[in-house]
């Protein structure tokens, strides 16, 4: 007898092979905003090597811009700004914050 109880990753696996389109457009979606989440943690450490606070929002805000490109690449089709914001800009900015004062308090000063 099978359990009845899924785990979250098993319903999420399921909601993705029930639509083979509507799959393939949500794990694009998700490989952007996963991409933007590493890239912010990246950048949020070489901000923190650079020891210049106007040096690293400068970084972080070139590799965003250079990171909505990159999105366009992985997707295959070209999005608007307002676009990549909400799909993946807010994820990328929140990430370097994140990660560029946890560098900053455990190794900082």
């Known amino acids: 007898m099978e359990s009845v109880y ?3 990753i098993q319903l999420f696996k399921q909601y ?8 393939v457009k949500l794990n694009k979606d998700i490989l952007v905003m ?7 943690i990246i ?7 650079l020891n210049n606070n106007m040096y690293s929002v400068g970084l972080m805000f070139i590799v965003g811009i250079m990171m909505k490109f990159v999105s366009e ?10 676009w ?5 800009g807010l994820v990328y900015i929140f990430t370097w ?3 560029f004062v946890l560098f900053f308090n455990l ?3």
């Open 6 to 8: 899924k785990s979250p």
């Open 16 to 23: 993705l092979s029930k639509d083979v389109k509507i799959g």
């Open 34 to 40: 996963v991409a933007n989440f590493l890239v912010g």
């Open 43 to 49: 950048v949020g450490y070489a901000s923190f090597s």
């Open 73 to 82: 690449k992985i997707l295959g089709e070209k999005k608007d700004f307002g």
């Open 84 to 88: 990549w914001i909400l799909n993946g």
């Open 97 to 99: 914050f994140v990660s």
């Open 107 to 109: 190794w900082g000063l």
